[in-house]
């Protein structure tokens, strides 16, 4: 997990030059992070008008319904906007760097950096998401986090042998290098094994989800926001193992932008 870290922090500094440019990274990743637990306030809202919809005055009921639409048509709308405006970002910070080389969308670092920005958005993600159980049930959020350690810890080590698989994969062996279809198939192989891993701590957290629920521990709406919230910590878990994959293909090539494409 260490080096997974030391990694990316690399990549960092290699691809965006200090100042704005790193700035303006960190403030798309926290908006892509924020529009994506968004989804969970309004679902805890939902849950909340659902539940006391007898006991809410229509005018009331009509107000928070309205909110509610208007809340998650901007969210999509910023979602848009930040994914939208990661490539004019990313073309600044690489023409800083005089990294605008004449292979158009084949350039490497041009993936590179759409994983570095895609794992910076669901890192952040993943520690709104621990904050957000914190809040709503500490004893359940301290099981995530010993969860969330495991799963990262064994999705690093997949990245960490990958990384060097591929640069393998890369070297002429007896004048011939790995067939293309080989470094794909490679590359997917790791990316849902990471998949795998953080699908079996999903289901760790779902049984102790169902079990608190059972002896009462947590009420039945914030069962059902933290169901929720389980499931998007998984899919950001598997998105950022299928990002680390790529980024580690992408790092390999970028001596052979062509066979790599």
Same mark, same amino acid.
């Given at each position: ?7 990316? $922090? ?13 700035? =303006?990274?960190?403030?798309? !990743?926290?908006?892509?992070?924020? =529009?994506? *637990?968004s989804e969970l306030l309004v679902l805890k809202l939902f849950v909340d008008i659902v539940v006391r919809e007898d006991q809410i005055p229509q005018k009331e009921f009509i107000f928070l319904a309205v909110g509610l639409l208007?809340? +998650? ?13 990661? =490539?004019? !970002?990313?073309?600044?910070? +690489?023409?800083? %760097? ?26 952040? /993600? ?8 914190? *809040?709503?049930?500490?004893? +359940?959020? %301290?099981?995530? %986090? ?5 799963? %990262? ?12 698989? /591929? /640069?393998?994969?890369?070297?002429? &062996?007896?004048?011939?290098?790995? &067939?293309? /279809? ?8 790791? !990316? ?28 039945? !709406?914030?069962?059902?926001? $933290?169901?929720?919230?389980? &499931? ?13 994959? &790529? ?15």
């Amino acid at each position: 997990m260490i080096a997974l870290i030391k990694e990316l $922090i690399l990549g960092f500094k290699t691809l965006f030059p200090g100042g704005r440019f790193r700035y =303006v990274l960190v403030v798309l !990743a926290m908006i892509g992070a924020v =529009v994506s *637990i968004s989804e969970l306030l309004v679902l805890k809202l939902f849950v909340d008008i659902v539940v006391r919809e007898d006991q809410i005055p229509q005018k009331e009921f009509i107000f928070l319904a309205v909110g509610l639409l208007l809340f +998650f048509i901007l969210t999509r709308v910023s979602q848009y906007a930040q994914r939208t405006y990661r =490539v004019k !970002a990313f073309a600044r910070s +690489f023409k800083a %760097l005089k990294k605008m080389k004449n292979r158009g969308a084949r350039n490497p670092e041009w993936a590179m950096a759409f994983e570095l920005s895609s794992l910076l958005t669901n890192a952040t /993600q993943l520690l709104a998401i621990l904050l957000f159980f914190t *809040i709503i049930e500490p004893t +359940f959020a %301290l099981l995530n %986090l010993a969860v969330l350690v495991i799963v %990262l810890t064994f999705i690093g080590r997949i990245f960490a042998n990958h990384l060097e698989l /591929q /640069q393998r994969l890369l070297t002429e &062996r007896g004048g011939k290098k790995a &067939r293309p /279809q080989r470094r794909y198939a490679e590359r997917i192989k790791a !990316a849902e094994s990471g998949g795998l891993v953080s699908a079996a701590g999903m289901i760790i957290l779902l049984g102790s989800l169902l079990y608190l629920s059972y002896i009462q521990e947590i009420s039945i !709406a914030d069962t059902l926001i $933290i169901f929720f919230g389980v &499931r998007l910590q998984g899919a950001s878990l598997t998105n950022s193992s299928r990002s680390l994959m &790529r980024y580690a293909k992408a790092k390999a090539g970028i001596n052979e932008p062509e066979e790599d494409e």
